[in-house]
């Protein structure tokens, strides 16, 4: 059964890394846009399998638990009509997806062989000397060449991002492997965007630092190291801190007209928490697809209905990030979303002293991807943050695998 899987898995990941991945939005450009919900599909009808074939029904505890918060929102969003019933149950498949992806590849427990890997590493380089093409026309020739092939900037940023991470999973972890995950993570710097310059010197201060003597204990060294890499990538990205966090309100005397939508999204979701305490506004009701899909009440209650991107006939920028929308699950909502990425912080820390220090680096810089990323664009929702949650969930997998073979 295990064989299955991992041959299985191996072409999922190839299938969704081409047209999940690097040709999605020409795929979508052409009509079909559920090519991350196709693979999320999948991987869940492994999972179920895997599950039926096994004699002793084996759930994850943890899988559970968030199914069940999952559940309980959706309940709760019916319960106040948080929105029509509809537009609920896409969100509640939207915001669920990634949460599957990871939970289901973690039960799956998927292997790559080494000629897999191999493989997979050469695709990448492919795929690497394919954006970075992309990256000179765009800087040098035709500006539109990324809106053609890859819908928007940012998406040259993520698609490095992902080629780079990919790369250094399926490596021996190598200082040339390194050098090269470096370099495919460059090619994202075509985009000028200001998370890929502080998520890639987060990552080289984290390869640098985390090295064969490198001990994960808390102490003064430890401690510093950590200040210091949040303060160089505060620093590289301090102009997006700056636009979203202080220009943009936040208290700000400016008035409504003044804020442009990503920076409004931030001001009024406080509004949205203190008038829906403690389980927020429910699905489908601020900051996400569907709340522009089936358009929220929530919009016209703040006065945010006349601003350009978040109108009921033009709602392109309503979900163009993703701290704003935890204000659909409240102040409850934030810390469990929070907790959830540091019990997986938690988890690598405690693995990192077994063998599973490139597993335990990589996932650390997985999870700083996404905290960093919800900042201004909700990727962990969209097509490639499927796949990197599916990634995290392999090497998660690997991390615990190592972790029992140790101990027995």
Not at 209 to 221: T, V
Request: aromatic residues 18%; charged residues 15%.
């Amino acid at each position: 059964m295990q064989e299955f899987i991992n041959k299985s898995f191996f072409v999922l990941i190839l299938f969704t890394l081409i047209f999940g991945v690097m040709f999605y939005d020409i795929i979508d450009n052409s009509g079909f846009s559920y090519t991350d919900e196709l693979c999320v599909l999948i991987v869940l009808i492994l999972y179920i399998i895997k599950v039926y074939k096994n004699p002793v029904w084996e759930f994850n505890k943890t899988f559970l638990f968030v199914i069940g918060v999952f559940i309980f929102y959706l309940i709760y969003s019916i319960a106040i009509r948080s929105n029509v019933l509809t537009g609920i149950l896409l969100d509640f498949f939207i915001q669920i997806k990634p949460y599957i992806s990871f939970f289901a590849v973690f039960a799956l427990k998927p292997e790559f062989s080494v000629n897999q890997k191999k493989i997979i590493r050469q695709i990448v380089l492919v795929f690497g000397l394919y954006l970075l093409l992309i990256g000179f026309i765009y800087i040098g020739f035709n500006y539109k060449i990324i809106h053609l092939l890859l819908g928007h900037e940012s998406r040259l940023a993520t698609a490095a991002s992902i080629l780079a991470l990919l790369y250094l999973y399926c490596s021996d972890y190598t200082k040339v492997d390194k050098c090269v995950f470096v370099l495919l993570l460059s090619i994202g710097l075509f985009s000028g965007r200001s998370k890929l310059f502080g998520f890639l010197a987060l990552c080289i201060l984290m390869l640098l630092y985390m090295n064969d003597s490198f001990q994960m204990k808390l102490n003064a060294k430890n401690t510093f190291f950590l200040l210091f890499a949040m303060a160089v990538t505060a620093f590289v990205a301090k102009n997006k801190i700056h636009f979203y966090f202080i220009e943009g309100g936040l208290g700000n005397s400016r008035s409504t007209e003044d804020l442009y939508a990503r920076m409004a999204l931030y001001y009024f979701s406080l509004f949205v928490f203190l008038d829906y305490m403690p389980f927020g506004s429910g699905f489908a009701s601020y900051a996400t697809y569907a709340s522009g899909a089936y358009y929220s009440p929530i919009y016209e209650k703040l006065s945010m209905n006349q601003m350009h991107g978040l109108t009921k006939a033009d709602p392109q920028f309503i979900a163009d990030t993703y701290y704003p929308a935890l204000a659909q699950f409240g102040v409850i909502g934030v810390v469990l979303f929070f907790c959830f990425w540091g019990y997986l912080a938690y988890k690598g820390i405690k693995a990192y002293s077994t063998n599973c220090r490139k597993e335990v680096t990589i996932a650390l810089m997985l999870i700083a991807f996404f905290l960093i990323e919800c900042t201004s664009d909700a990727t962990i929702t969209h097509n490639r943050g499927i796949f990197l949650m599916m990634l995290l969930g392999m090497i998660f997998s690997d991390i615990q695998m190592k972790t029992e073979k140790n101990e027995r």
